[in-house]
């Protein structure tokens, strides 16, 4: 179900503005040169439904908003980005090494390897803060990576690399994130097209496919209490909404599916039209009031 804001409702407004500075407080590391990479056109699965922007008149196509679809997975990916970004992380931390090439099942290593590193951080005393990370391979085909969004307090880069020695989990590699943007979100999952709305990928030899294979069907991994909103962790579809929601707070959007041949129909109607636009809005902020 799509997430929409209400149409300049003070409820909703009210809702999304504690995390209004805290969705843009991202930044990007360098990536990879990207590459173009086919996708379709629209979601093979689709019914012969459409969704409207009731606000604008826009008309979209349905979609099955399956990950183990070629054109939904980057919109996921999106989706996934704008909630990590509104959990507002602080620190970017690479584990250079937490699953071997030959690996058959990188996932399961690479969530021993980092749960064993967080035990090893909790041993020592040291808080780490909610991590949220996606698995990569490496260019080299010399094993997997990960690169991990942390929220809390600093890590030293010594007690992090001790940790990382017990689990054999390669060097790490810490950096503040310092620029302003979604951008360090779209990154992390830039493996599953979230970076430019899912029109590339992330490398020659890599594609979102193989990506959502090595991360065991996963668009990303996090711990307990990464996405939270006031101090209280969320569900991540509760987080997407309302990232969502916020996004769009200063542009009103109200999305409903309908047939197509109704299209026509109900947009000709003003005041049809009127009422589903305050029924989405309602039902919305029925649910970001639930969140709060």
């Not at 209004?20 to 360098?30: C, I, N, P, W």
């Not at 969530?111 to 040291?126: F, Y």
């Not at 970076?195 to 992330?202: E, P």
């Not at 909404?241 to 996004?247: F, K, S, T, V, W």
Request: net charge positive; with cysteine; charged share 25%.
């Amino acid at each position: 179900m799509r997430c929409c804001p209400s149409q300049g409702g003070p409820t909703v407004r009210q809702a999304a503005d504690d995390g209004r500075e805290r969705v843009r407080s991202a930044s990007l590391a360098s990536t990879d040169q990207m590459v173009t990479n086919e996708r379709p056109e629209s979601c093979p699965r689709a019914s012969d439904r459409v969704v409207v922007e009731l606000v604008s008149g826009q008309v979209f196509p349905d979609r099955c908003r399956s990950s183990q679809c070629a054109y939904c997975l980057p919109l996921n990916a999106r989706r996934r980005s704008l909630a990590i970004t509104m959990a507002a992380p602080t620190r970017m931390i690479r584990l250079s090494l937490v699953s071997n090439s030959d690996d058959e099942s990188p996932a399961k290593t690479a969530l021993i390897r980092i749960k064993r590193i967080r035990q090893a951080l909790k041993r020592m005393a040291v808080p780490m803060g909610e991590w949220c990370y996606t698995i990569e391979k490496n260019p080299k085909d010399t094993g997997y990576h990960a690169h991990c969004l942390q929220t809390g307090p600093y890590i030293p880069q010594d007690r992090l690399q001790e940790a990382c020695e017990r689990a054999k989990a390669g060097i790490p590699y810490i950096n503040a994130i310092k620029r302003k943007g979604v951008w360090t979100s779209r990154y992390g999952l830039k493996g599953f097209g979230a970076d430019g709305y899912g029109l590339k990928t992330f490398r020659a030899n890599g594609s979102p496919t193989e990506a959502l294979r090595i991360n065991n069907g996963r668009l990303e991994h996090h711990t307990r209490g990464f996405y939270s909103f006031d101090g209280e962790p969320l569900p991540v579809r509760d987080m997407e909404r309302l990232a969502i929601a916020e996004m769009n707070a200063n542009n009103p959007k109200a999305f409903i599916g309908m047939r197509g041949e109704d299209v026509q129909r109900v947009m000709g109607d003003i005041g049809l039209r009127h009422r589903l636009i305050l029924d989405v809005n309602r039902r919305l902020a029925d649910k970001l009031r639930a969140l709060r």
